[in-house]
């Protein structure tokens, strides 16, 4: 049997090609890129057996052209399945009352596609051929009586024939297999109504009245069974017509209980976290749209965004299995924490957010935080280890004035940050100020891009003196951005910013290549002079830092054992297992190390030789803070670091007692104000001073 045609009338290509796709290996394809194209081939020769019709369309949409094609008596016949995005039942109920037979939602369903285009293929092609077959003579007739009997005994679709009294005049063996009924007990009855559950038999009376009307119908619906079992079913009917006369009904039945699953399963994944089987993204977002329609009850519903604090370095150092278990025992703490009535979903990563309904005031809401918080921090067992995290939370506590889902995440997010920002671990309230800071940021951002261009960036150099007397051999190079506006900023103006904005490579180039420049302009002049310069975990793990480095202190002629990088404590002790081979590699070429702020973390003193660390930076606490017990402290440290070989400077030196006290206690080196504030290059370089003269020239800094 010759494939049936199908036309595809779509503007967009690529929607045609979607289509055609999935039905071209069972029909042959025809395509038209406008309503008028379409209504053109459509009207050649005897037409296509159905066409596919795109409702938004420019010019003639696909309700006009619909009009036309069942106005047209070479056309009217033709079955057309509306393909649209919009699931409005008074746009469905527009196409129906214009002669459609059927809908296709988009995204589509290549299983829906080809259920529903192959319904109404063979009701289309049963319809000609029974109207044929009743037109032609008495011997064409006994012929096609035959073909059209073996047609309707062996369709794999259960087919009832319908007199004009509704009474059964014929059943396929399909039909009575997918019932389970004899042929012999249903001819000359109704449709046993057994077979239509209570809930559906008013939609029965419907589909029959349908019919008579209109000339045809298609749905869905549930079916029972002899032995009582129900059946989704896809229900599709047509009235024959013999000149004009009534000459009865067919209902077309085909099990669909297999795809209703499939369909149901595929909802269940759109909307749910396949991780956590809580909502996700998208259901949250609905939910959240719904809410905002209601307009009465916003003012009674808020949004919170949660974001876990330390769950990447749990799922970086024990790796993904352990980070997902902790996800899903962390979703399972939050809905423990709601009411039925409220919401949480993951939509992404290590976030979740929240909905709450029908709050009644504002220490609800925050006693809420506060059990969401307490589930977040309390101690998680996951495979036998005892992890720890937190959360962070943003709240939009007030729904009102707010009238897309967008806005609400957003403001709830930067909230959320805020509190990140606020050190971890609590809830803030959105208020308009929060944006304000956000668009600042974002100023702040599209600046230091454009500082990077225009080379606004350059170094400050604090000297760092040679305990006890002098001299100066190393400085510590400070970046500072010269703003054409607000004039010189120092790091903690900008720093977090550029790196929230992925600028952090960028100033890890621009410091590498500067103080090479550096190195290179002291040259003869200094050979003995040393450069530290600053960066942070995340640039240290860098897999381009080393190779960078050699390359740029090559091109310079500067020699890298001239150079010390100074990591913080904290840093050194989250990034050490990503940086551990870029500081074997740095050793290797020469470079020093340094441990900056040490004793504010929790670090320990056997890494010193472990990692071949040179310098350890006292942080500027233990200065401010010299009692007797801090100087042990600092005493202890200078101890074991000498007989490790590794220098102790102390920072943070504002007072000539803290510089005799750290002497006292063994630091061989010091810094800070007292010798000197941080200064540009050309005072810098100058001849090189001991103790006495760096003191004499504090006035001078100050």
């Known amino acids: ?18 289509l055609g796709t999935i039905l071209m290996e069972d029909y042959i394809i025809q395509a038209a890129t ?8 459509a009207q050649e020769g005897s037409g296509p057996d159905l066409i596919l019709l795109d409702v938004m369309m420019p010019g003639m949409d696909g309700y006009e052209v619909l009009s036309r094609l069942k106005v047209h008596e070479a056309t009217r016949h033709i ?8 699931t409005d039942a008074a746009d469905e109920t527009k196409g129906f009352r214009l002669g459609c037979a059927d809908y296709l939602h988009k995204p589509v369903t290549p299983l829906i596609v080809q259920s529903r285009v192959r319904t109404q293929v063979e009701v289309k092609r049963g319809r000609d051929a029974l109207a044929a077959s009743l037109k032609t003579s008495r011997a064409d007739s006994l012929r096609q009586g035959r073909f059209l009997g073996g047609l309707f005994d062996h369709s794999p679709q259960g087919i009832l024939l319908l007199d004009e009294a509704h009474a059964i005049v014929r059943a396929n063996q399909a039909f009575c297999d997918l019932f389970g009924y004899r042929a012999c007990d249903l001819e000359g009855q109704a449709e046993p109504m057994n077979t239509v559950p209570v809930a559906e038999a008013e939609a029965y009376g419907a589909l029959l009245e349908t019919i008579d009307a209109r000339g045809r119908f298609k749905g869905e619906g549930v079916r029972m069974r002899v032995d009582g079992t129900p059946l989704s079913v896809s229900i599709a009917g047509c009235r024959v017509d013999v000149e004009n006369q009534s000459g009865g009904i067919f209902l077309i039945y085909e099990d669909i209980t297999d795809r209703k699953l ?20 998208l259901a949250f977002v609905e939910g959240l749209k719904g809410v905002l329609k209601e307009n009465r009850r916003v003012n009674r519903c808020c949004v919170m965004l949660l974001d876990l604090d330390r769950f990447k370095s749990v799922n970086d ?3 993904h299995p352990v980070g997902d278990a902790l996800l899903q025992v962390v979703s399972r703490r939050f809905t423990q924490c709601l009411r039925d009535r409220d919401t949480v979903a993951r939509i992404g990563g290590d976030e979740f957010a929240v909905l709450l309904r029908e709050t009644r005031d504002a220490s609800e809401v925050e006693g809420i935080s506060r059990r969401l918080l307490d589930a977040a921090s309390s101690p998680f067992e996951i495979d036998g280890q005892v992890l720890h995290i937190g959360a962070s939370i943003g709240v939009v506590f007030d729904l009102s004035g707010y009238t897309d889902p967008d806005t609400v995440i957003r ?6 940050y805020e509190a990140k920002a606020s050190g971890r671990g609590r809830f803030t309230l959105f208020d308009s100020t929060l944006h304000e800071k956000a668009v600042h940021r974002l100023e702040i951002e599209r600046e230091l891009r454009d500082a990077f261009v225009r080379g606004e960036f350059e170094f ?5 003196l040679t305990l006890p007397e002098g001299p100066v051999e190393r400085f510590e190079a400070l970046i500072r951005w010269n703003h054409p506006e607000k004039g010189v900023l120092a790091p903690a103006a900008f720093l977090s910013v550029l790196e929230e904005a992925g600028l952090s490579t960028a100033l890890r180039r621009w410091v590498v290549e500067a103080a090479a420049q550096t190195l290179a302009s002291w040259g003869a002049d200094f050979p003995g002079r040393i450069l530290n310069i600053n960066l942070t975990a995340s640039q240290l793990g860098d897999p381009e830092l080393c190779p960078f480095i050699t390359e740029v202190f090559g091109r310079y002629g500067a020699s890298p054992d001239r150079l010390v990088v100074e990591i913080t404590e904290t840093d050194f002790m989250e990034g050490r297992p990503m940086a551990e081979a870029n500081l074997n590699r740095l050793r290797e070429a020469g470079v020093r190390i340094a441990i900056d702020d040490f004793g504010t973390g929790y670090s320990s003193l056997a890494y010193l030789h472990r990692y071949r660390i040179d310098t350890l930076k006292i942080d500027r606490s233990f200065i401010t803070r010299i009692d007797q017990d801090g100087l042990s402290i600092i005493s202890a440290i200078a101890s074991i670091s000498q007989k490790l070989g590794v220098s102790v400077v102390a920072e943070g030196i504002e007072e000539p007692a803290q510089l005799d006290a750290v002497m006292r206690a063994g630091c061989t080196h010091a810094q800070g104000y007292l010798i000197s504030r941080p200064m540009p290059l050309e005072r810098a370089t100058c001849s090189e001073r001991g103790r006495a003269g760096w003191l004499c020239a504090v006035s001078s800094n100050h």
Request: aromatic share 4%; charged share 20%.
């Open 34 to 41: 406008s309503g008028e194209e379409g209504l053109g081939i």
């Open 460 to 464: 400050y150099y604090q000297p760092i």
């Open 262 to 281: 499939a369909e149901k399963r595929l909802t269940h994944q759109a909307y749910h976290d396949a991780l956590t089987g809580i909502d996700n993204r």
């Open 79 to 86: 079955p057309v399945i509306m393909v649209t995005a919009c």
């Open 1 to 18: 049997m010759e494939k049936p045609t199908l036309l595809i009338i779509d503007d967009i290509p690529s929607n045609i090609d979607v």
């Open 411 to 416: 403001d709830a997010d930067l909230a959320m």
């Open 317 to 319: 150092s024990l790796g």
